[in-house]
Nanobody, 123 residues
């Protein structure tokens, strides 16, 4: 499956963005999906994950209550709604897929990765 992330950009602190990740070339509903991010000079970290049916989600503690992962299997797309953005949320955001019912917090569990979309939050 091929993944294409979009929706990044420059936003002021307190603002919102919605990232999208469109899948093609596979049966999207067979894949659990995740969002990860990598800030400059830091390792890539887990942000959120969603089961293949969309009924189970998991979010990094520091984004709980601000970010929400969701998916639309009819549109082969997973989303990350980001509200109340902070400068420390600045990073390249990647979507990822794994052929499993459940998502995972581990990078190594994902076989498919999108190209990343840059989110910059100004103070």
């Amino acid at each position: 499956v091929q993944l294409q992330a979009s929706g990044g950009g420059l936003v002021q602190a307190g603002g919102s963005l919605r990232l999208s990740c469109a899948a093609s070339g596979g049966s999207f509903s067979r894949y659990a999906m995740g969002w990860f991010r990598q800030a400059p000079g830091k390792e890539r970290e887990f942000v959120a994950a969603i089961s293949r049916r969309g009924d189970i989600t998991d979010h990094l503690d520091s984004v709980k209550g601000r970010f929400t992962i969701s998916r639309d299997n009819a549109k082969n797309t997973v989303y990350l709604q980001m509200n109340s953005l902070k400068p420390e949320d600045t990073a390249v955001y990647y979507c990822a897929g794994r052929s499993n019912f459940y998502g995972s917090r581990r990078l190594i569990d994902y076989a498919y990765w999108g190209q990343g979309t840059l989110v910059t939050v100004s103070s």
